[in-house]
């Protein structure tokens, strides 16, 4: 492989399963390399590069091979695609996407996502694997209704009633449901327990992990915020330090307001929905269950989600009240001081 002769300051490497793409740029921001990489050569041409800035798109294996170069003595920069597509001048090509990354890794108002290490990498891998199988559980679940409302068997909405779907089920005469649909239904029950399984095991290890970290178990003391969704920012986030403010870890979750505006007038609309889409949707199935427990409110927290509630609909103010934990997440975890609630009494 043939050494460049002009040191390369920032490099562009636009990341595949197989051939790699870098672009490199030298301090007057001249090109000196532009090269495709087989995945194998990957680590040893780096290895043969003195210590320069590579920036990478924040997409699959990017935290991997993020710190595969950081372990060479490389600076890497793991950059949002939706940041840099924006300087992609043409066409869809590898070579222009590495230029594209290598040019917005250069920008000084660039935002950067951290590279994770590999426990982090380790804990959201079972988050992954436990949104995956509670999704294929919800499918099955579905399909057993669907199959059996067919034959008039029906129960109330939630998981908890299959127990009634089953005794009704068993309890069906063949001039109901007759026997040649049953092994179905049978498969579907079956496969139903066994990822019930699955998912307490997963999550039997995602709260060992929990219990074992002093950060995770600091944000669970966050009304609406339990292991799972302790773990999960944790992980997800690993120093929360760096976002400036409680409303920019708010706005990086995507649940403040979307802002549209020209000639000087904003206008506030739904909430963006960007960011992270997983922690989001914990943290409303979080506010959801809070917004069960605001009637009869014991805690300033509480009486505050009852008074959203009294002139705003139930979905409103979930969604104000997983803001309201978000901005809490932020204190909890940059201070180190656990959240205590006000009880009511002392509001005076």
Known sequence: MKTITTKPVTIGLDIAKNVFQVHAVDAAGEVVMRKRLPRSQVVRYFSRLERCVVGIEACATAHHWARELAALGHEVRLLPPAYVKAYVKRGKTDAADAEAICEAATRPSMRFVPVKGLEHQAVLTLHKVRDLLVRQRTAQINALRGLLAEFGLVAPKGREALAKLYEALAKAGADRVPSLARPAFATLKGQIADLDRCIYEVEVVIVRWHNGSELSKLAASAAGVGPITASAVVASV???????????????????????????????GPISKMGN????????????????????????????????????????????????????????????VAYEPRPLANAA
């Not at 409680?246 to 904003?266: E, S, Y």
């Not at 959203?308 to 978000?326: E, F, G, S, W």
């Open 238 to 268: 690993g120093d929360m330090t760096r976002f400036r403010s409680a409303r920019h870890f708010a706005a990086w979750i995507g649940l403040v307001p979307r802002q549209t505006g020209t000639g000087g007038k904003v206008t506030l």
């Open 277 to 336: 889409r997983y922690l989001r949707r914990l943290l409303v199935l979080g506010a959801t269950s809070l917004v069960r427990q605001a009637k009869n409110p014991r805690t300033e927290q509480m009486a505050w989600l009852k008074a959203v509630l009294d002139r705003r609909p139930a979905r409103v103010a979930a969604i104000a009240q997983a803001n309201k934990t978000a901005r809490i997440l932020w204190a909890v975890l940059t201070t180190g």
